[in-house]
């Protein structure tokens, strides 16, 4: 038998990063299907959670127009940077995701990189490591 999560309608608004009362907003015009526990709460299966949420991201354009072969580009605003003589740490807010990078402090200067600024981090990795809580049981 195959266990198919579900999600209270708290964890579904945690998770997309809005609130409660937007996912009942989508639940009540029927954008979010949703069904009841065995103790009556509202629950959406994890599978159709997983596809609004597929279908309502909206990734920011790269405004470099470039085209490479890394799929995984995270498009936001430069929030800090931190720099010694040689190196510095870039933290990027990409939609709700925070990515930081280590970079040159010449690279740094070079791109001018800075709080506010638009910047894209492309990242290509030979492994992902993906966690589940509970191991997928």
Do not use: H
């Not at 989508?26 to 279908?55: K, N, T």
């Amino acid at each position: 038998m195959f266990f198919v999560p579900q999600y209270r309608v708290s964890e579904a608004a945690e998770l997309l990063g809005v609130s409660d009362d937007t996912v009942r907003r989508w639940v009540d015009a029927q954008q979010l299907p949703v069904e009841s526990d065995d103790s009556g709460r509202l629950v959406i299966e994890g599978s159709a959670l997983a596809e609004f949420a597929r279908a309502r991201a909206r990734a920011a354009r790269d405004p470099s127009g470039i085209e490479r072969s890394a799929r995984n580009r995270f498009v936001g605003l430069v929030t800090e940077v931190t720099s010694d003589t040689v190196m510095s740490q870039v933290e990027l807010q990409c939609g709700s995701q925070r990515v930081v990078s280590l970079l040159s402090t010449e690279a740094v200067t070079d791109l001018g990189l800075r709080p506010g600024v638009l910047a894209v981090a492309v990242v290509k990795s030979t492994a992902v490591v993906i966690e589940t809580p509970g191991g997928g049981q």
